[in-house]
């Protein structure tokens, strides 16, 4: 079982990644706000953060460094939807361990966050 805590805010992101991401053995926590989403991921336990590069006015990139230093002893992966190829280099700078595009395939989607154990 993996439990994956997703932070997003628009319900075009929400409904495409719960499509995508509907599949036994995968729990998905959705999570609007990014200021509360790293002490959210810690206190739930979660397996990995998924976050939109756009969420709320802190961004993917401050939620990423947010989970990083609040999972420190015990790091969580987090993944970031990115809006354009060039903003890789920002979800790099951030510690992100993967990214991809918005529009990805469901199945590219599934196999970025989902550990192959779990699948």
Not at 14 to 40: E, F, M, Q
Not at 46 to 59: E, F, I, P, Q, T
Not at 67 to 74: G, I, N, Y
Request: proline letters at 4%; zero cysteines.
């Amino acid at each position: 079982m993996t439990t994956i805590l997703f932070v997003a805010d628009r319900s075009s992101v929400i409904d495409r990644v719960h499509a995508a991401l509907s599949v036994p053995g995968v729990t998905l926590i959705d999570h609007d706000d990014p200021d509360t989403a790293a002490s959210a991921a810690v206190e739930q336990g979660v397996d990995r953060v998924l976050v939109d590069m756009k969420v709320g006015a802190m961004g993917g990139m401050a939620v990423t460094r947010a989970v990083r230093a609040a999972s420190e002893e015990d790091p969580i992966p987090v993944t970031i939807l990115l809006d354009r190829e060039a903003d890789a280099f920002l979800a790099r700078r951030s510690g992100a361990s993967n990214w991809l595009m918005k529009d990805t395939a469901a199945i590219d989607l599934r196999h970025a966050v989902i550990p192959a154990e779990a699948s």
